[in-house]
């Protein structure tokens, strides 16, 4: 048995020449605001077909985790088919299971497989080397095939079988096949899942559709008993959790975390996920650092109260966020709390509002663009108000394409109002000096302010990512630092080999515009002047110019009516 992570291979990451687009990378170009440039993640063609070549499978099995990146996902059963024509290829993970009618029409596919496979694809493979029919096992979409069914519908019918049940006693599966990766890929660091299920019904979330809401977790030794595997076996230290409602029972997390501290493992723990503020206390806070935990965001999405209830959230609030924030960075761990840009009902001036209260709270955030999931229930509202159509190409839903928009925002107004929130969030105590009268401020002393600014405040090593980082500015010219640029966070391969668009990162230098912009009071925008990605050894620049991009000047407006409500802003409005 072999496993290919194709992620994994960023060596191959790469702009994608447009001679390769495929309609439904044309169509994210045509819509996107500002971008111009598609990246293309992980292991190449050959690299794949190679590794095809050297399996060669009977069965081949495929997840595709995020519906927006079928495409990919697609493409690979399609080589497999020019290179084993006879492998059975099995399709598992959220896409399948939230749209198989989708993912039938693509014939590269066999079988799909929906919900939790664990107990599901054992059965499969057993009936495929028994030659039995396989419409009897739970969990399933499939052509009808002499193969799979004994029916006479050959050519034009379809099963779905009902859906399987949730992996009852998840201490009873066994460890993930460890031995079939290479962790020097993943800089020794790995994904750990101690429970499934979320029990709660957030509008925006699809979780359910896989793991459903009834929630589930391991126990304490098993978890424990896996981390020791991969500290022990493979040098690995560094842990992301990945569940989607990690602190749901609190009496389970301590007793996680006292097993870890008790293992005297000396471990790194991230909440990549997030948890809820529901149930959390200081004590608990002590016990998850106590455990290792380094890093982590609360979910939080808006400051609004009504909106909070609409998004079946109305358990938190900025005040509970801000509570629980100071304990933890109390005791030494970084924290954020996440929001969402652009919420369905939410104008400009409120999503404004939304980033400028928790800037003034002092609590760092990571905005996320507001776009309905298929399987949401959000989507399902997109489809009632006209924003989406049930034939729209399914890769635009990806959340950074900015293909969408809202009910009352177009995508240029999510894509600037998203950027400034970027911003804010960088640097809240650059935008919010009143040490002067901010539109007095030429662009070359805003820039060198806000090099200053960010010197005097540099990134943890733990932190979020940072998308603009800026370094040296001369004139109205500011150079960002090697690591702090949207090309360096896409890892492409350009950067060592040159020859790359020399206006890659135009997101970094809106962002950076966005940030002066909000400190003198007017709109302003940039311009890459120079790229890692075309010329290596060379750091990203832009140049900084008077005058807005667009719906830009309205975002700005909208910024600065929220900055002087919260009494946060450095001009006069």
């Not at 006693?169 to 101690?194: E, G, H, K, Q």
């Not at 998850?288 to 609004?304: I, P, Y």
């Not at 925008?525 to 000047?553: K, L, M, N, Y």
Request: hydrophobic share 40%; with cysteine; charged share 20%.
């Amino acid at each position: 048995m072999s496993l290919f992570d194709a992620l994994s291979f960023t060596e191959d990451n790469h702009v994608v020449d447009p001679a390769d687009y495929t309609e439904a990378d044309r169509l994210k170009l045509d819509r996107h605001p500002r971008w111009r440039y598609l990246v293309h993640w992980g292991a190449s063609r050959d690299r794949l077909a190679k590794a095809i070549e050297q399996a060669d499978p009977q069965v081949v099995g495929i997840s595709c985790m995020f519906t927006p990146y079928y495409e990919s996902a697609y493409e690979a059963a399609r080589l497999v088919r020019e290179i084993v024509p006879d492998a059975l290829v099995i399709f598992g993970g959220q896409h399948p299971t939230v749209a198989h009618h989708h993912a039938l029409a693509e014939p590269a596919f066999d079988i799909l497989v929906r919900g939790e496979g664990e107990h599901t694809l054992p059965r499969v493979l057993d009936a495929f080397v028994a030659g039995s029919p396989i419409t009897g096992i739970p969990g399933l979409v499939f052509r009808c095939d002499p193969r799979f069914c004994g029916c006479d519908r050959h050519g034009g019918g379809a099963h779905v079988t009902p859906a399987a049940a949730q992996v009852p006693d998840l201490d009873a599966l066994p460890l993930p096949a460890t031995d079939l990766l290479d962790f020097d890929r993943y800089a020794r660091s790995t994904t750990l899942i101690t429970s499934r299920g979320c029990p709660f019904s957030c509008t925006f979330c699809t979780v359910h559709a896989t793991v459903g809401k009834a929630f589930r977790y391991r126990s304490p030794q098993n978890v424990v008993d896996e981390i020791r595997h991969y500290v022990l076996e493979y040098g690995v230290r560094v842990f992301r959790i990945e569940d989607d409602n990690f602190t749901f029972d609190i009496e389970r997390v301590r007793e996680l975390c006292g097993a870890i501290r008790a293992s005297g493992l000396d471990v790194e723990l991230h909440l990549a996920n997030g948890i809820t503020v529901v149930k959390l206390s200081h004590d608990l806070v002590r016990d998850m650092a106590g455990a290792g935990l380094r890093s982590l965001f609360l979910g939080l999405e808006t400051t609004e109260p009504a909106r909070l209830r609409k998004l079946r959230k109305g358990f938190t609030s900025v005040d509970k966020v801000r509570i629980g924030a100071d304990w933890f960075l109390e005791e030494g761990v970084e924290v954020g709390a996440s929001l969402i840009v652009g919420l369905l009902g939410q104008d400009l001036d409120q999503a404004a509002q939304d980033a400028c209260r928790l800037a003034s709270a002092g609590i760092r955030f990571g905005p996320n663009p507001f776009y309905p999931i298929p399987g949401s229930t959000d989507y399902e509202n997109c489809l009632r108000l006209g924003i989406v159509s049930h034939d729209i190409e399914l890769g635009l839903f990806e959340g950074f394409n900015f293909a969408i928009g809202s009910d009352l925002l177009s995508p240029e107004e999510m894509y600037w109002a998203w950027v400034y929130a970027n911003a804010l969030s960088f640097w809240p105590g650059y935008v919010f000096d009143r040490r002067d009268d901010g539109a007095g401020l030429s662009l070359d002393r805003a820039l060198v302010e806000l090099s200053a600014w960010q010197a005097a405040h540099p990134p943890r090593a733990d932190r979020f990512e940072v998308l603009a980082e800026p370094g040296e500015a001369s004139g109205n010219v500011v150079w960002l630092t090697e690591s702090g640029c949207f090309c360096r966070l896409q890892q492409v391969r350009e950067l060592t080999l040159g020859g790359g668009p020399v206006d890659f990162c135009t997101l970094s230098g809106d962002i950076v515009a966005a940030g002066v912009a909000m400190r003198v009071g007017r709109p302003v925008s940039a311009r890459q002047v120079s790229s890692a990605v075309h010329t290596t050894g060379t750091p990203c620049a832009f140049e900084i110019t008077e005058g807005a991009v667009g719906a830009d000047a309205a975002v700005h407006r909208a910024y600065l009516r929220a900055l002087s409500a919260s009494g946060k802003a450095p001009v006069a409005v």
